[in-house]
């Protein structure tokens, strides 16, 4: 798949890592080969020392011509006819030392070099990781504000935690067998084909087999992995909306219900995940079960032709089963690497959908400088929601003059909040543009354009942050100066200065330490601080009690001043004051004036006004 690719073009962010890397691997492979192959010494010095010793290997050069293994014999007769005088000089025990002591310093050696594969690996794995994390991050910063209100929160939570260590784990993981276990198995097969191509050809034979059965099960696995991420994203969702509606499951006694629901689903993600892991589990045995069947194939073969004297010595075919059985755990290792990569590729293509969800708020390749001094004009504007059936807006004709407060009016579900969103370009219309003094603004930056709004909305959500972090959000400049200015403009001052560190007291999840109101008046503090010509006032006094409506309502008369203000609003202290009040109903306008205007018309306004839908 193509993110595999991708995910390869981040390992060679880190070349000279993995050029590290693949060297110690190699040196490794050397090592770890010398160190198998010390045994046919070992052998020798017990078995043939002595005159004895000297005669079998001036016999096994003799034999050497007629070998069918001309090179492997030729460089074992030599190894031999060395260790042999140098056991006839300095006697049996000796020589073992010496042997003993070389195993000892290979054996430093080859762990020394381990780690520093291990070592090299690390910034690999970890650099890998921390890159794709901010990938799909983000990623999901620049999605619109469409793909949020389609994908459930707690699904994407899963992506980003579940899925991404998955991959990190199944797949950048697996690095180090990737790189390490080909190299030691090329090595080992090379060797064992210079000792005895016949029996190499002859165990290579039964290779298919143990693949075969092995890509099997790797295929069902990775089906079976992504339906259980999907199982996952679900039973994260249930948590999360139960956390988040924890008061009203509380307030109508369902706790039962919930229980029930959230029991059933854990139930098919626990049945899912053991078929999952039942198929995983079955890779190594199989795998090994398969490769001592072909250790106990050439052992009988290979031990046939020692016995029979054709060309294979003893303490040589020894050393040809050791090297062969180091292979098994380098192709172990690699067939289990093939099985968590098959896992990690559904959680990478869970990934994949939000790196490759596209964004319907598209970029302009040379935007226009952002101003307004004039006006902004809704022309002809119709909006329907992706997957939506009924238009939210059609056909809006609305002029918005520099220095006028407009007043958005409707029932529910009439196309205030998504005019609001539109002006913001949180979506682009499906119909007609919206343009600030003449220029459409799709041919603005949306950084540009979004600088010259400022939006209060009805959640008044604030950060984990600091009351200066929430108010400068995260200005990586902030001015301590301005955070206070626009706090005493928005009425928060006061009670911010009351805080136990003040404007460095920490306001907690979502802002849950401060009061509604609190909240509310950091909320307009923040949409004040880059001091915007234009502020959207979405509901914003609606979920507060009568004091604290009072406070942050003489907090926005302060700054509607001098600034063109949308207001969305169900409060007639609010609305009454605007230039012009915009009744909308199903999407389109039906009555336009200001409060006095539109009571005399005695239409939809005066109502609403009437039968108090309004508080006064």
């Given at each position: 798949m193509k993110r595999f690719s991708d995910l390869f073009g981040l390992v060679l962010n880190y070349r000279w890592n993995l050029a590290a890397n693949v060297l110690f691997n190699v040196l490794n492979a050397f090592l770890s080969l010398f160190t198998f192959l010390a045994i046919v010494p070992f052998l020798r010095i017990l078995f043939r020392h002595g005159e004895a010793a000297t005669a079998t290997a001036s016999n096994a050069a003799a034999s050497t011509g007629g070998a069918s293994n001309g090179a492997a014999s030729a460089v074992f007769a030599q190894v031999s006819t060395a260790l042999d005088g140098f056991i006839a000089e300095e006697g049996a025990l000796s020589a073992l030392l010496s042997l003993c002591i070389g195993i000892v310093v290979l054996a430093f050696l080859k762990n020394l070099v381990t780690y520093l594969a291990y070592y090299s690996l690390a910034t690999i794995r970890t650099g890998v990781a921390r890159d794709l994390r901010a990938q799909v991050f983000n990623c999901m910063l620049i999605l619109p504000l469409g793909y949020f209100t389609e994908a459930r929160k707690g699904d994407l939570i899963s992506r980003m935690t579940n899925d991404l260590m998955e991959v990190e784990f199944s797949v950048i993981g697996t690095l180090e067998v990737l790189?390490?276990?080909?190299?030691?198995?090329?090595?080992?097969?090379?060797t064992l084909l210079l000792i005895?191509?016949?029996?190499?050809l002859f165990a290579l034979v039964f290779m298919p087999l143990s693949g075969l059965l092995i890509s099997r099960i790797a295929a069902s696995l990775k089906n079976a992995a992504g339906r259980g991420k999907v199982r996952l994203g679900e039973l994260i969702s249930r948590i999360e909306e139960t956390l988040t509606g924890m008061p009203i499951v509380k307030s109508f006694s369902a706790e039962e219900r919930f229980r029930g629901r959230f029991a059933s689903e854990n139930e098919g993600y626990f049945q899912l995940m053991r078929k999952l892991y039942k198929r995983e589990y079955l890779s190594s045995p199989v795998s090994e079960f398969v490769s001592l069947g072909i250790i106990a194939v050439l052992l009988f073969v290979g031990g046939k032709l020692v016995l029979a004297g054709e060309g294979l010595e003893g303490e040589l075919f020894i050393g040809y089963l050791?090297?062969?059985?180091?292979?098994?755990?380098?192709?172990k290792s690699l067939s289990d690497a093939i099985f968590k990569i098959q896992k990690g590729a559904a959680s990478l293509e869970r990934l994949e959908e939000v790196m490759q969800a596209k964004s319907t708020v598209v970029e302009p390749s040379e935007p226009t400088t952002a101003r307004f001094d004039e006006q902004i004009h809704f022309r002809d504007v119709a909006m329907t929601y992706p997957g939506g059936e009924q238009a939210a807006l059609n056909g809006i004709d609305l002029k918005i003059n520099k220095g006028e407060t407009v007043a958005l009016v409707g029932a529910s579900?009439?196309?205030?909040?998504?005019?609001?969103?539109?002006?913001?370009?949180?979506?682009?219309?499906?119909?007609?543009?919206?343009?600030?003094?003449?220029v459409d603004a799709r041919c603005?930056?949306?950084?540009?354009?979004?600088?010259?709004?400022?939006?209060v909305t009805q959640d008044s959500l604030l950060f984990n942050a600091t009351v200066a972090e929430n108010i400068a959000l995260f200005d990586p400049s902030p001015d301590p100066a301005r955070i206070e200015e626009v706090a005493r403009i928005a009425n928060a001052h006061d009670?911010?200065?009351q805080l136990p560190q003040g404007y460095h007291t920490l306001v907690g999840d979502g802002g849950g330490r401060l009061?509604?109101?609190?909240?509310?008046r950091?909320?307009?503090?923040?949409?004040?601080?880059?001091?915007?010509?234009?502020?959207?006032?979405?509901?914003?006094?609606?979920?507060?009690?009568?004091?604290?409506?009072k406070l942050v309502q003489a907090a926005i008369e302060r700054v509607m001043e001098h600034r063109t203000v949308l207001v969305i609003d169900h409060r007639l202290s609010t609305i009454r004051r605007a230039d012009r009040i915009v009744v909308l109903e199903q999407g389109r306008i039906i009555e336009v004036g200001d409060h006095q205007q539109l009571v005399s018309k005695k239409g939809a306004y005066a109502t609403m006004v009437a039968m108090q839908a309004f508080d006064s």
């Open positions: 790189f390490k276990a080909p190299i030691m198995i090329v090595l080992s097969l090379a005895s191509w016949e029996l190499t050791v090297v062969f059985s180091q292979i098994i755990p380098p192709a579900g009439s196309g205030k909040t998504t005019a609001a969103r539109l002006l913001a370009r949180l979506y682009d219309p499906s119909e007609g543009v919206i343009t600030w003094d003449g603005f930056a949306t950084s540009d354009l979004r600088s010259m709004m400022g939006t009670f911010v200065e009061s509604g109101g609190q909240r509310q950091l909320s307009i503090a923040r949409a004040l601080y880059h001091d915007p010509p234009v502020l959207v006032l979405d509901e914003a006094t609606s979920a507060l009690d009568a004091e604290g409506e």
